[in-house]
């Protein structure tokens, strides 16, 4: 499938793939633009902007924005990361122009109407309540502070209720003018529909954007310690969180990360946590390591819960499969199978279509490059155990694990 990128005067771009096989586009913009770009009087100002986006546009007010693709049976929807905002869409391939317009119109002609923040304000404190009663939420949050500790990666997406509490209609146009960069925006789409289809809802409006470049940097993060914290919450079982500040997306080795997390705790039942402390002694419903990358930095951590009788026999068995990896070099026949295994996984993943849409916009935001998947699977396939043993040896080090653990009150 021929994938076509076209960037415009104003620096935006424009990546495209046509997929016959289907009756629906998925299309979106991504920015880079984050909760670790905010001032930290401003924490969660991001995450509000993503909701506001949806109340009221210079010509259309939250029920026009709202039914303007749920009556045709299309799917509008946003986030929030430490390093994006998206705004995309999923619908009939008929109705593409009535999304890619609707998209357009949310992302850069929002007025942030006053009376609508003063709702808004309501519903995301509501959020962060209904988030702070999902402690297995909560924990992987609070061990990000831990981790990048006085740093704006460190902070809640959500913000604080003091924060939430007073942004007001300026905060958000100042926020937009000075992190806004149309070099760091992409307008993507995946879909049944052709590269001049796609073109021709979309580069007019985009076109007449003004240049933007800002002279804002993103600070970036070093000074890392190691802590530990253990706190009484009212929990049935004991959660832990154990993270370290790990490969940035530029890096060579985060692929072989990567590849590393998986065989420790991805996603599959046969990683070897899962099969551990869950499969071998039934000490956890559930158990998984993740990897995640960041501009200039990265992100490792494991997250569990289980009965407090066992916290102890379960951090020994953590610390004790980690050790391996560390000590031993895995066999060709155990590489070659994780090698196929997260292969696999990537394969079926491109088959999600709405979240290849999306992927292809981060990439040409943080590489300025769209890899074919061979080229990635190649990457995987060359790495060695040697590799591996030596990323074990770095990122498991026990002296550069960070620790959270609720316990019951």
Same mark, same amino acid.
């Given at each position: ?8 005067s104003n ?5 495209? $793939? ?16 984050g ?13 509000f ?24 049976g ?10 994006? @905002? ?36 309501q ?15 909560s ?5 990000d ?22 942004f007001t209609?300026?905060?958000f146009f100042?926020? !937009? ?7 760091? @925006?992409?307008?993507? @789409?995946v879909?049944? !529909? ?21 002279l ?5 993060f ?15 079982q004991?959660?832990c969180?154990?993270?370290r ?17 998986? !065989? ?7 990683s ?6 869950r499969?071998n002694?039934?000490? @956890?419903?559930?158990i ?11 992100f490792?951590g ?16 953590v ?6 990896l560390?000590n ?8 070659h199978?994780?090698?196929? $295994? ?7 993943a ?5 979240a290849?849409?999306?992927v292809y ?6 590489h ?5 998947l ?8 060359s ?7 030596? !990323?074990? $040896? ?5 002296? $550069?694990?960070?620790y ?6």
């Amino acid at each position: 499938m021929q994938l076509n990128i076209k960037e415009l005067s104003n620096g935006i771009r424009i990546v495209h $793939q046509q997929v016959t096989h289907t009756r629906v586009v998925h299309c979106g913009f991504i920015l880079n633009i984050g909760s670790r770009d905010e001032d930290k009087e401003l924490e969660g100002l991001a995450h509000f902007w993503e909701h506001m986006a949806f109340k009221g546009t210079h010509k259309r007010k939250t029920f026009h924005i709202l039914n303007r693709l749920e009556s045709l049976g299309g799917e509008l929807n946003a986030y929030t990361t430490k390093e994006k @905002v998206c705004f995309y869409a999923s619908i009939l391939k008929d109705h593409y122009d009535k999304a890619a317009e609707l998209l357009f119109d949310i992302t850069f002609n929002s007025t942030f109407p006053t009376k609508q923040i003063e709702k808004e304000r309501q519903v995301i404190l509501e959020e962060m309540a209904m988030y702070r009663d999902s402690p297995d939420d909560s924990i992987q949050d609070e061990l990000d502070e831990l981790v990048f500790e006085n740093h704006a990666l460190g902070r809640n997406i959500l913000g604080t209720e003091e924060t939430v509490s007073r942004f007001t209609q300026e905060d958000f146009f100042d926020f !937009i003018s000075t992190r806004l960069d149309t070099r760091e @925006v992409v307008f993507s @789409v995946v879909g049944n !529909i052709t590269f001049e289809k796609a073109l021709k809802a979309i580069e007019g409006p985009l076109s007449q954007i003004q240049p933007k470049h800002t002279l804002y940097v993103r600070s970036g993060f070093h000074d890392y310690k190691p802590k530990r914290k253990t706190v009484q919450r009212d929990v049935t079982q004991s959660l832990c969180a154990i993270g370290r500040p790990a490969y940035s997306l530029h890096d060579k080795n985060r692929f072989k990360l990567f590849l590393l997390n998986n !065989i420790l705790g991805g996603p599959s039942m046969n990683s070897k946590l899962n099969l551990s402390l869950r499969e071998n002694y039934g000490y @956890v419903y559930s158990i998984e390591s993740s990897y995640q990358t960041f501009s200039d930095t990265g992100f490792f951590g494991i997250y569990f819960g289980t009965e407090e009788k066992t916290l102890k026999k379960s951090l020994t068995i953590v610390h004790r499969e980690m050790e391996k990896l560390r000590n031993k070099k895995l066999g060709s026949i155990q590489l070659h199978m994780a090698k196929e $295994q997260a292969i696999g996984q990537m394969a079926m993943a491109e088959e999600n279509y709405a979240a290849l849409m999306l992927v292809y916009g981060k990439s040409l935001i943080d590489h300025n490059k769209i890899d074919p998947l061979d080229k990635i699977f190649d990457k995987i396939r060359s790495t060695t155990a040697e590799e591996i043993q030596e !990323i074990a $040896q770095e990122i498991f080090n026990p002296e $550069q694990l960070s620790y959270l653990i609720y316990t019951p009150n």
